[in-house]
């Protein structure tokens, strides 16, 4: 008979049954976090106190915790693990912390696509996940809807359980919830937004033809105008931020840092109890949130010359369908701040610096501009701009290369199921899996040849393809598979705001295009921007200097 009373069988006891609690319940609360580290080795301290010192019995607490840490690791490494068998860094099947260290040096999505290169189609990122480099991935992860979104959503829910709709699991209320954003982004409230999109547009062709000739920084003005333009379309508010050349209420600065936090802290999410009660964050939560109750006031009190989001999200038919609280309805008026501002200045700014890396395609942009739009033509015909076949090889070349949302975004094979046969692989259930986009879109199986390369003429058909080198290629060389393009994700979680994203895209770089050339400043090395691309699930991104000077004629 064991000796019950030994303290080492105890600790040993003791931290096994809490180990086995975190692996199959997988505890995500505060309270559960305390009972387990705290209150169970409490309880054993008291238990050995008779029998041991005061050092004795801090080195028991320590040991308790060192072995569910020691447990979880040899588990995690052992042939016995479910993912044993994909390959991975050691690391990263240990802990998430490995990928959220990178995740917040900001090359994570480089990290990834290293690991495909010298894994395979798939490796094993975290302890329980697994990233995918598969066209084929798709549809069972994103499209089937067989699959939820994972822990890394968890962020997505505030202080006070109000989830936005990016974070919204259950697929009938996700359904429910997402009507009037369809609505809102149909055809009819598109040509509603025109207008505002062209007085937008026209004011930043304006800004910048003030500053002509100094050296600005290009990415700056795409965000203020990302921001000043999604200020009207979601709550019909004029931020004013491109007539002051500044962000002076630090709203950029405040997304960015809370994009860049949450991303991080979205890869471990069980800190969430822990960090949520912090001050820092409970004020950033709280100040967000207080900007979105004052924008809805605002907006409520004033109305809005135009059908705007909010008119959507509050007033339309669709509203009440959605089941929507008016807490969550703000919380998604800040979403679309979050998701639609930054994410189309990031693609813009991209663009330009393609533009300036590559100034035969920039010549032959102008062509295609100058010939739809000559002299005397107004180049903001929304209804032109999706039949330019250059402007849109030229856009979609630089979200393939560069795509907004650089990482794979995390589903979960539903538990209590007999697993997910993702191509080829039958994946266990409760596992953590995404596919990665950057990885994906450079992959040469589905994008040759120069997959790494700049080279819009692979989205237009041709039967004799130019390379950027002048050599010819016959079509049959040429691989440009549409299925795997995935900038905006696929299936019923993909992005709502892409129709305005692509009108917003056209338009800006046609009427910017239209106007200016577009010069690298002298001392800026090009060589930095894609250096400086941060993965903080949304990009962040550096500065672009560059000089523009009005065209001849113009
Ligand atoms: C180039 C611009 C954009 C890109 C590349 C982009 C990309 C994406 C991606 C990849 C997702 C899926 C995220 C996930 O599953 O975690 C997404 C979701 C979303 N996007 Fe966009 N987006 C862009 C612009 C916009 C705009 C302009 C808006 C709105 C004004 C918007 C609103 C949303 C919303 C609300 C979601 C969540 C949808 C849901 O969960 O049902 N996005 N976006």
Not at 10 to 15: F, G, P, Q, R
Not at 265 to 285: D, H
Not at 454 to 470: E, H, I, K, M, N
């Amino acid at each position: 008979m064991p000796d019950t009373t030994d303290p080492k069988l105890l600790v040993c006891s003791a931290s096994f049954a809490c180990y086995l609690v975190y692996k199959y319940f997988e505890p995500n609360n505060l309270s559960a976090h305390v009972v387990l580290l705290l209150g169970v080795p409490a309880l054993l301290v008291g238990r050995l106190s008779p029998q041991l010192s005061f050092l004795q019995q801090a080195g028991a607490v320590i040991f308790y915790w060192s072995l569910i840490l020691v447990f979880t690791a040899t588990y995690r490494l052992s042939p016995f693990h479910p993912l044993a068998k994909y390959p991975g860094p050691t690391l990263g099947k240990l802990s998430r912390i490995y990928v959220a260290y990178f995740n917040g040096r900001g090359d994570l999505h480089r990290v990834i696509r290293d690991w495909h290169d010298r894994y395979g189609d798939v490796v094993r990122i975290g302890p329980n996940e697994l990233s995918f480099c598969r066209a084929d991935a798709l549809q069972p992860i994103y499209v089937a809807k067989s699959m939820q979104k994972g822990p890394y959503y968890d962020t997505r829910t505030g202080l006070e359980n109000i989830t936005t709709l990016d974070g919204v699991r259950d697929f009938s209320v996700h359904g429910a919830r997402r009507k009037p954003w369809v609505k809102a982004m149909g055809i009819s409230a598109l040509k509603g937004y025109e207008p505002i999109l062209q007085t937008k547009i026209l004011e930043l062709v304006e800004v910048l033809s003030k500053r002509q000739k100094e050296t600005i920084d290009i990415s700056h003005w795409m965000n203020l105008f990302g921001f000043d333009l999604i200020g009207h379309v979601a709550f019909g508010h004029e931020f004013g931020m491109l007539k002051a050349g500044e962000d002076d209420d630090g709203l950029m600065r405040r997304v960015e840092d809370g994009v860049y936090a949450t991303a991080v802290l979205s890869q471990t999410p069980w800190i969430l109890p822990f960090i949520r009660r912090l001050p820092p964050a409970v004020k950033a939560i709280r100040d967000m949130r207080h900007m979105g109750a004052t924008l809805a006031q605002g907006r409520t009190k004033n109305g809005s010359a135009s059908k705007d989001l909010f008119y959507f999200l509050t007033e339309d038919e669709t509203a009440a369908e959605s089941g929507a609280t008016l807490d969550e309805i703000i919380a998604d008026g800040i979403l679309a701040l979050v998701a639609g501002s930054d994410t189309t200045a990031t693609v813009l700014s991209h663009l330009c610096y393609f533009m300036l890396r590559h100034p035969e395609c920039a010549e032959r942009l102008h062509k295609e501009i100058d010939a739809t739009f000559p002299p005397g033509e107004d180049p903001l015909d929304f209804s032109r701009h999706a039949d330019m076949p250059y402007l849109n090889a030229c856009i979609n070349e630089t979200l393939r290369l560069l795509p907004a949302v650089l990482g794979g975004l995390q589903r979960i094979v539903k538990r209590g199921s007999s697993g997910a046969t993702i191509g080829p692989h039958v994946v266990p259930e409760g596992t953590q899996v995404s596919v990665h986009t950057f990885s994906l879109h450079r992959d040469p199986r589905e994008f040759a040849p120069l997959p790494d390369v700049f080279w819009p003429d692979r989205w237009l058909a041709q039967d004799t393809y130019v390379l950027p080198s002048g050599a010819a290629v016959d079509k049959a060389h040429v691989t440009t598979n549409r299925a795997a393009f995935v900038p905006f994700s696929v299936g019923p979680q993909n992005c709502a705001g892409r129709a305005l994203a692509m009108i917003e895209m056209r338009a800006v770089v046609c009427a910017v295009m239209h106007k200016f050339e577009l010069r690298r400043a002298e001392e800026y090395d090009l060589d930095r921007w894609e250096r400086d691309v941060m993965d903080a699930y949304i990009s962040l991104r550096g500065k672009l200097p560059v000089i523009l000077e009005q065209r001849q004629g113009r």
